[in-house]
Structures are given as C-alpha cells and as structure tokens.
C-alpha cells in the first residue's frame, strides 16, 4: 500500500501544530487568529502535495474548478481547529459557542449505564468532543489511534496529562482488554476510521461519487465489542463556533459468519454515506491533505 499519509508525515501539519501550540498559549486566541492568516497563505503556497489534495478533493465536493481562495479558506479551517486545540485541552469550552445535535440517542445510553463506540473522522475537530467530555464529570472518552508522529504522545502529554491515560494506542498489546474495559465501564471509545495504515486490511466504498478505500479494522472491532456505535463530528463554523453532530449507527453493529465480507463491504458504505454527507454539509473541513482516492494496496 502506499501509505501516502504516513510517509509524509504530514510534515506541514507537525510544523503548524507546534508553532501554533506556543503562539496561542503565550499570547491568546485572537492575536493567534490574526496571525493565522499570513502562515496559512504560506501553507497554500508552498505545500505542493496538501495543494493538490486539496484541489482535487474541492473539484469534487463543490462539482466545479475551485478558486485559490477556496484552497485558502480549505487550509485556514485546518489551521483554526489548530489554533483552538491547545485552548480545548486546557480549558475546555471557555470561549467557545458550541452547539450539540442528535445528542438524544447518546443520553439514552449513558442512562441505560452502556458504553459506545463512536465513529469519527479527519472532518472537523475531534478535541471539541474531548473538551465537551471534560466539562460533564459522567462522561469519559477514550481515543483509539495510531500515534503518527513523534509529537504526538508528548503534545498530550504536555498540553494535558490525563488524556495521555484516555488514550488506547491501536495494535498495541491489550488494546482490545482496554477497549472492553472502557465499554464495561460505560465509557465512550472514539476512533476515526477513514484513514489506512500499514497492514490494514481495505474494503471499497462509493465516496463522493468515485470508488475510495476504507480500513475495515474499525468495523471488525466494533463487531466484536458488541457495543452500540454513533457517528460523531465536530465541524467547525467560522471564529471559535462549532457544532458537534451525534448519529446512531449500528446498535450493535453485527455481521453474520457466512456473509462476512459483504455485509462488512455495506457497513462501510453506510459510514462513508453519512461522511459524504457532512463533507457535503461542511466541505472546508476536510482534511485529508493527500490523494485520498489514490490509495491503494
């Protein structure tokens, strides 16, 4: 497989996210988001592949040849939730206009005392949905996730502690204890499942209209642990608003032994639907700064 992502990676990303770290946290959101601007019309300019990616993938949600202005507006949302993920994780929603929908279902099984499994992606930010978590004592997310990069554990580590401890690294040993562990305690287990990794197993699903890869690993794990599963984005909208969209999936997500891999091949159409439709909904918050459909094994 090619593993455009990882063997990238993502190098503008890893840069933007430590400068704005330090710059947000020293000297508050605004002049931050003032100064989003000249670093991100150097984003735009100069990262070659993330330009491309991001052309290609507008072409394709906005059904027309998109401007540089529609690039730009595509790298300054990244850049936004960027800016805010230092203020998510050490002060929660302080500032922010957050707006919640479909939460229903979600209540009904914090109720009930059941864990869940929440299905998410590279669409919007996902530290809205931890910030949101700190501030309800009830509520405790744990992420399972590939660490990508070597900043990674130690940006958590460092911006707050103990989301290091809410953090279930994938593959690693006892990885699925934990994930059942959590789901017992009725806990939330979050995964963004639209990006492949070295070794994973793929599956097609139709995505915006053209033929893309999806990893079935998530799909397998949320069969197994038996547990209800939702749909969860947070999509940024402009300044420090976002909404947090919550939607039933599966309860449980199940898949008969002798149509196995069709019935996996339809679970995975249905997410990469629901996704089309939040992309479709927020289209500048993608982001996947790669050839997404050009994955492949």
Known sequence: MTDSWLLRRERGSRTLLQFMTW??????????????WPITAYFTT???????????????VLHRKPSWRDRYRH?????????????????GLLGYDIKVFGMEKFLEYWQRGRGCILFGAHLGSFEVLRAFAECEPRLVVHALMLDNGEHASDFFSS???KITQKV???????????????????????????RIARGDKIT??????????????????????AAPVMLCFGLHCGGRRYELHFEPFADPLTMAREQRDRELQQWV?????????????????????????????
């Open 75 to 91: 790298y300054f949302t990244f850049s936004s939730t960027v800016l805010d993920r230092p203020f998510f994780l050490t002060g």
């Open 159 to 161: 911006m707050n502690p």
């Open 46 to 60: 100069f990262s070659l592949a993330g330009r491309r990616a991001s052309r290609a993938y507008l072409a394709t």
């Open 204 to 225: 097609e699903a139709d995505f915006l209209g053209k033929p893309a890869a999806f990893p079935t690993g998530p799909f397998v794990l949320a069969g197994l642990a």
């Open 269 to 297: 159409q249905k997410f990469a639907t629901r996704l089309e439709h939040y992309c479709r909904q927020r289209p500048f918050n993608w982001f996947n700064f790669y050839d997404f459909w050009g994955q492949r094994p």
């Open 168 to 194: 279930i690294p994938i593959g690693a040993l006892g990885a699925m204890l934990r994930v059942r562990e959590a789901l017992d305690q009725g806990a939330v287990v979050g995964i963004l499942v639209d």
């Open 23 to 36: 710059l947000s946290l020293s000297c508050g959101w605004r002049l931050g988001w003032l100064l989003l």
